[in-house]
């Protein structure tokens, strides 16, 4: 199994930045994939941003140049740094990662708890 441990969200002022964490550990082989995803209250949870084995990207169109993933391989972390935060960010912010887990076959994906982000005007 693989535990996720997210930190980093709480209250900002718009045009505020945040940098949330999130921390893999288990029995862990290789991890796929990390990113972030977001729920606003009524809404869908939606893709934020994730990166992917070997270093690859891929951004939501609401956050790009505002918002930057990264990884840590060695920590199994991944960090969301996220600048110029508008009212519309304020969500649920979760986690997510695919790995290859010691002994099991097949990818495993898992959520973290969530982390509140919430951007005031």
């Known amino acids: 199994q693989v535990q996720l441990v997210e930190s980093g969200g709480g209250l900002v002022q718009v045009g505020g930045s945040l940098r949330l964490s999130c921390a893999a550990s288990?029995?862990?082989?290789?991890?796929?994939?990390m990113g972030w995803y977001r729920q606003a209250p009524g809404k869908q949870r939606e893709l934020v941003a994730a990166?992917?084995?070997?270093?690859?990207?891929n951004y939501s169109d609401s956050v790009k140049g505002r918002f930057t993933i990264s990884r840590d391989n060695a920590k199994n972390t991944v960090y969301l740094q996220m600048n110029s935060l508008k009212p519309e960010d304020t969500a649920v912010y979760y986690c997510n990662t695919e790995a290859v887990l010691v002994g099991l076959p097949g990818r495993h994906v898992y959520w973290g708890q969530g982390t509140q982000v919430t951007v005031s005007s």
């Open positions: 990166i992917i084995i070997g270093g690859r990207t």
């Open positions: 288990g029995s862990i082989a290789s991890i796929i994939a």
